[in-house]
T-cell receptor, first 113, second 113 residues
């Protein structure tokens, strides 16, 4: 079974530029999550989708971050404009609705200069 | 979800059992205990979860105290590949917000030859 796919693995941009991350969840998983992990900290939830609807985006900085999950499958997370403090690993995860067993991708490491 | 307290770091000799403690004194009756681990440069990986009874799978054993205020994850024969950050998380299994996991700082386990 294929895992959660994320791209790009690494991205370096300058502050005020924009960036987008892509995630393809495990086939059939209705729930999709984006987490932000700053170096030395645990992952922090940014947004959770159930199919193509948003369940929780309370910790998403909506002035600069946006996310969508068209057709309830793939998802993109966009940052515009980026700030230095956005340097982090962005993790995508998916799950069956009924369990707490999340499957994570390898993450996309963003460096903002 | 209830908060958890874990030691920041632990060492373990290769081939010995690694016992990772977690305190969750404010856990509610409907909250499960989940354990994840994160190997360097990878996304978190689900290990095991339980409610009241002890649980065992191919990766680890989970021992939950009778009052459910603490638990211990046991890796019976630690290998160098078990070096990782281990996260203890408590959450309601099927709350309306879905399967949101709140990660703390975790325990950094170093398995030494």
């Amino acid at each position: 079974e294929a895992g959660v796919a994320q791209s790009p693995r690494y991205k370096i941009i300058e502050k005020r530029q924009s960036v987008a991350f892509w995630c393809n969840p495990i086939s059939g998983h209705a729930t999709l999550y984006w987490y932000q992990q700053i170096l030395g900290q645990g992952p922090k939830l940014l947004i959770q989708f159930q199919n193509n609807g948003v369940v929780d985006d309370s910790q998403l900085p909506k002035d600069r971050f946006s996310a969508e999950r068209l057709k309830g499958v793939d998802s993109t997370l966009k940052i515009q404009p980026a700030k230095l403090e956005d340097s982090a690993v962005y993790l995508c995860a998916s799950s069956w609705r009924e369990t707490g067993e999340l499957f994570f991708g390898e993450g996309s490491r963003l460096t903002v200069l | 979800d209830a908060k958890t307290t874990q030691p920041t770091s632990m060492d373990c000799a290769e081939g010995r059992a690694a016992n990772l403690p977690c305190n969750h004194s404010t856990i509610s009756g409907n909250e499960y205990v989940y354990w994840y681990r994160q190997i360097h440069s990878q996304g978190p990986q689900y290990i095991i979860h339980g409610l009241k009874n002890n649980e065992t799978n191919e990766m680890a054993s989970l021992i939950i105290t009778e009052d459910r205020k603490s638990s211990t994850l046991i890796l019976p024969h630690a290998t160098l590949r078990d070096t990782a950050v281990y996260y203890c998380i408590v959450r309601v299994a099927n709350n309306n917000a879905g399967n949101m996991l709140t990660f703390g700082g975790g325990t950094r386990l170093m398995v030494k030859p």
